[in-house]
T-cell receptor, first 117, second 113 residues
Framework: AQTVTQSQPEMSVQEAETVTLSCTYDTSESNYYLFWYKQPPSRQMILVIRQEAYKQQNATENRFSVNFQKAAKSFSLKISDSQLGDTAMYFCAFMTPTQGGSEKLVFGKGTKLTVNP | DTEVTQTPKHLVMGMTNKKSLKCEQHMGHRAMYWYKQKAKKPPELMFVYSYEKLSINESVPSRFSPECPNSSLLNLHLHALQPEDSALYLC????????????FGQGTRLTVV
């Protein structure tokens, strides 16, 4: 069974600074995707960034980047130049194909990030 | 259109009521999901439909009954719920076969009284 572990229940950062959220996962699959989702108080789950396991290059999306260490099964999210709007719950998620042609998206427990002015 | 639309946004129902949650997407996605999310917890997968067929049922009690009338619509029929079923119910869709990420709706906040 796949598991996703986020070891930091809560974090805070000052506006304009950089913060890193950690995530580790466990799987025996070779083909999978990893995601970071953001869930603000509005409760909409919003995709922040995705990483394909077969790609060695770390994904980046503007101020968001990941450090993907496949051998260590680690997938951390770095947020640069933090903004007040980044305040949210951040979930690390793992997706793998299942029999029947669908995918199963498994979430970590989340890290609550607060950006302080 | 990259939206997943869920209705209603809020629902209060008694334990003897029958109600339905609705989810709609027009992105041509072939996989649709129902998740249950309790406060301060991650979403928990309930059901997955792939090409309009139920492909995953995560041992969900029969008082929750999913339905996929067509490739754009996903319903969750509720009957005889318990107060502990109160939660945020999230619908999501994806293109299937790991082509893309899952897009989520804003959820239905369900309260069972």
């Amino acid at each position: 069974a796949q598991t996703v572990t986020q070891s930091q229940p809560e974090m805070s950062v000052q506006e304009a600074e950089t913060v890193t959220l950690s995530c580790t996962y466990d799987t025996s699959e070779s083909n999978y995707y990893l995601f970071w989702y953001k869930q603000p108080p509005s409760r909409q789950m919003i995709l922040v960034i995705r990483q394909e396991a077969y790609k060695q290059q770390n994904a980046t999306e503007n101020r968001f980047s990941v450090n993907f260490q496949k051998a260590a099964k680690s997938f951390s999210l770095k947020i640069s130049d933090s903004q007040l709007g980044d305040t949210a719950m951040y979930f690390c998620a793992f997706m793998t194909p299942t029999q029947g042609g669908s995918e199963k998206l498994v979430f970590g427990k989340g890290t609550k990030l607060t950006v302080n002015p | 259109d990259t939206e997943v639309t869920q209705t209603p946004k809020h629902l209060v129902m008694g334990m003897t009521n029958k109600k339905s949650l609705k989810c709609e997407q027009h992105m041509g996605h072939r996989a649709m999901y129902w998740y249950k999310q309790k406060a301060k917890k991650p979403p928990e997968l309930m059901f997955v439909y792939s090409y309009e067929k139920l492909s995953i049922n995560e041992s969900v009690p029969s008082r929750f009954s999913p339905e996929c009338p067509n490739s754009s619509l996903l319903n969750l029929h509720l009957h005889a719920l318990q107060p502990e079923d109160s939660a945020l119910y999230l619908c999501a869709s994806s293109q299937s076969y790991m082509n893309t990420e899952a897009f989520f709706g804003q959820g239905t906040r369900l309260t069972v009284v």
